[in-house]
Structure formats: C-alpha cells, structure tokens
C-alpha cells in the first residue's frame, strides 16, 4: 500500500516567518502534486512535480521533489494571513489513482 | 466556463439509510472521480469514471456505488449509512483520466446520525 506521511500535522505562525512542509513516502511515485484547501471548499492544485530533483517556484512557495520520487517539500517564504489552510500532497500511485497524504493545517497570525 | 459544482451542500442521514449525491463535472471533462475526505484527513479515492465507464476504484465496500450519465455528471450513491460514513464528499472532474489535472468541487458534507 502505497502512503504518504505529511509534518507538521498542524503549523501556527506569525505573519513574516517561513516554513517547510514535509511530504514522505517509502513507495516512488511517477509526479507528486500540492493542493491547498479552505474551509467549506474542495482542493485547489498548486503545482505538479515529475523530475526527481526537480525545484519549482510560485511567487513565495518553492516545491522540491526527491531525488527518487519518494518525498517532496513545501517551504514557504514570509508567510501571510492569506496562506492559511490545509496543505495536501498527492502522488500518482502504480494504478494512475491519485493518493494523498495527511494533511498540514497552517494557521498564518496577523 | 462552469466549475465543478455539488448537490446539496450538506446532509443529515441516521444509521442504515440512503443517500444519493450529485456532481456536474466542469465544461468539456468527461472525467469524474469521487473522494471521501474525513475530518482531518486527507481525501482517499473511492472511485471514478470516465465517459459513464467505471475506471478504477478504491477500498470502499459495494455499498459505495456510483453512476456517470451522457452529460459527464455523476452521482456517487452510498446504501445502509454507517457512522463512519459521516465526512466531506468530493468530486474532481478532468479530460481524459488520471494523468490529466483534477478540479475539484466544493464538497457535500454528509453527517450519520
């Protein structure tokens, strides 16, 4: 069974700080996605991932995929209130159907 | 161009009976996939389909069935409810499968009594 273990579970901070979310996995995964999702709507794809290695940017969060495809990370430069919500990554699982982690609650404070 | 949109917005059911949600999938996708989200959890697949076929499915038992119509809407049916079943139903449409990217609707939040 493949899974993927996201950490923190929950993250609080003040507006202006960074921070780094974590998403593992002991199975490979062909791509990996990051969605973000507020209350009382479904996820929203933030970025797909499918080069090991590979690093990508939008505005203040850079995504990283693993070298062997089992892990990705979220950093998240300068947070502010309106990156509030719930992080979840996904991977393209052996039989194409999306699996997704976790989870990471991050509650940004004025 | 429409969004994923859901039917109702939430529900209230009590232990053993039925329920039928509804998703009209976005303009153009002839996609449909089904996520059960518990609270604090991440979404975990129940099954989709793709131009009204079944297309793979998750670990959910036969009761979590599901139906895909000439329009590309969805109906996601679940029979004798548990208390387990309680949580956020997602949709997700696309064109053309898994490998194609997923826009997921609202969510129906369903809660057994």
């Known amino acids: 069974t493949q899974l993927l273990e996201q950490s923190p579970q929950f993250l609080s901070i003040q507006e202006g700080e960074n921070l780094t979310v974590y998403c593992n996995s002991s199975s490979v995964f062909s791509s990996l996605q990051w969605y973000r999702q507020e209350p009382g709507e479904g996820p929203v794809l933030l970025v797909t991932v499918v080069t090991g290695g590979e690093v990508k940017k939008l505005k203040r969060l850079t995504f990283q995929f693993g070298d062997a495809r089992k892990d990705s990370s979220l950093h998240i430069t300068a947070a502010q209130p309106g990156d509030t919500g719930l992080y979840l990554c996904?991977?393209?699982?052996?039989?194409?159907?999306?699996?997704f982690g976790t989870g990471t609650r991050l509650q940004v404070f004025p | 161009e429409t969004g994923v949109t859901q039917s109702p917005t939430h529900l209230i059911k009590t232990r053993g009976q039925q329920v039928t949600l509804r998703c009209s999938s976005q303009s153009g996708h002839n996609t449909v996939s089904w996520y059960q989200q518990a609270l604090g959890q991440g979404p975990q697949f129940i099954f989709q389909?793709?131009?009204?076929?079944?297309?793979g499915r998750g670990n959910f038992p036969p009761r979590f069935s599901g139906l895909q119509f000439p329009n590309y809407s969805s109906e996601l049916n679940v029979n004798a409810l548990e208390l387990d079943d309680s949580a956020l139903y997602l949709c997700?449409?696309?064109?053309?499968?898994?490998?194609?990217?997923?826009?997921f609707g609202p969510g129906t939040r369903l809660l057994v009594l």
């Open positions: 389909y793709y131009r009204e076929e079944e297309n």
């Open positions: 997700a449409s696309s064109d053309g499968g898994y490998q194609e990217t997923q826009y």
């Open positions: 996904a991977g393209e699982s052996i039989t194409d159907k999306l699996i």
